[in-house]
């Protein structure tokens, strides 16, 4: 076993190492089913929702997905497999994942993480995780945490189209707060990024894109003016703005990451009706902590701890089998062992191994 030291911080100050600016290169959907499709049929539109809504309403009929399963990479990489086959070129990184887990590493100088290696999440501490905080009592009259965790939810639909706003008709726009709410349909995007000397491919959900002028640009190099979607609690106290604070450390690397340039806030009261609505600006957001808010964290360290970090795990990892990368709770540290002496652990499909293994197709 060997480990990375997150202290002292301060050896990670300074201007951010170079970054690769992400660029869409695939995408998929899953439908309303939480089926796989090679398209765009979940891409959904911002519309702006009405102030005063009531974000519990529906919970009773809230189809939620299950989650629990273990799906690896699998859909991401059926997506790279369909892009390489499509363009007969092999998607060449040092590290492909979902952008949460690299969302993990990136806040780790502020936050704490739990990670599995190739890289994915590991299943059995993410569930214990959310039994964890399921079964934190709320405060007498408090909301429960499976209601405010709904309430996220919730914003998104009332905030999205299922087409740009020119051809959805005023009925559909304000009945948006008698939608069933259903998480099962996602749109994912897959771009090519780097930070530091890390090539990486990294897959995530986006929300929605603008509702006047989202378009994907002709030019692949050019940004997607996509959209994100949070919510948090009106800021009453020094002690709120600290908390919404650390919260917007997951908001901008969550963005920063896959190239989101807005984010939506959906300010709540304690209760979950709908009070405000605040537009961010993506690459503002670190600024914006250090100029006037607590200073709780910041934006360039992140970027090269994540530059050092995956630099030297490249160096670590220089031999085949499973290998974990672990934080324990309050640890300095993040460790990286191998788990297993051969093979994948089913973190890479049979199919994207035999798909690798054909490699004349690919110009290898």
């Known amino acids: 076993m060997t480990s990375f030291d997150i202290q002292p911080l301060n050896r990670f100050a300074g201007t951010s190492a170079a970054i690769r600016r992400p660029k869409e290169i695939a995408y998929f959907s899953y439908d309303d089913d939480h089926q796989y499709h090679l398209d765009e049929r979940s891409l959904r539109y911002y519309y702006p929702p009405r102030l005063g809504a009531d974000l519990s309403k529906g919970f009773d009929t809230f189809k939620q997905l299950d989650d629990t399963a273990d799906d690896h990479l699998d859909t ?28 993990k590493i990136m806040a780790a100088p502020f936050d704490n993480m739990g990670g599995n290696g190739f890289i994915e999440e590991n299943r059995e501490h993410k569930l214990e995780q959310r039994r964890y905080q399921h079964n934190q009592p709320s405060q007498p009259g408090a909301p429960s945490q499976d209601l405010m965790s709904y309430w996220g939810y919730k914003f ?71 959209v994100e979607l949070k919510t948090s609690a009106m800021i009453e106290s020094d002690k709120d703005m600290l908390k919404y604070e650390r919260k917007l450390l997951k908001f901008w690397i969550q963005s920063f990451l896959l190239g989101v340039p807005k984010i939506i806030v959906g300010f709540r009261s304690r209760m979950g009706m709908l009070q405000r609505l605040e537009e961010l600006e993506t690459r503002s957001i670190p600024g914006m902590v250090k100029r006037s808010g607590k200073g709780s964290w910041d934006g360039n360290l992140c970027i ?19 290998w974990r990368i672990r934080r324990r709770d309050r640890s300095s540290v993040i460790e990286v062992f191998r788990h297993e002496d051969s093979g994948y652990g089913d973190i890479l499909s049979h199919e994207f191994v035999a798909w690798r293994k054909k490699g004349t197709s690919l110009g290898d």
């Open 76 to 103: 991401l990489l059926k997506t790279i497999m369909a892009l390489e086959g499509e363009t007969g070129t092999k998607c060449e990184a040092n590290i492909i994942t979902w952008r949460g887990m690299m969302t």
């Open 156 to 226: 998104e639909t009332l905030s999205l189209l299922p087409a740009p706003w020119d051809p959805t008709s005023r009925e559909y726009i304000e009945s948006r707060e008698d939608e069933i709410v259903n998480n099962h349909a996602q749109y994912c995007s897959i771009v090519k990024t780097g930070i530091g000397k890390a090539k990486m491919i990294l897959g995530g959900e986006v929300d929605a894109g603008e509702f006047f002028s989202f378009h994907k640009p002709d030019n692949k190099d050019d940004p997607i003016n996509w």
């Open 304 to 322: 090269n701890f994540t530059a050092g970090f995956l630099d030297w795990l490249q160096q670590t990892i220089t031999t085949e089998g499973v």
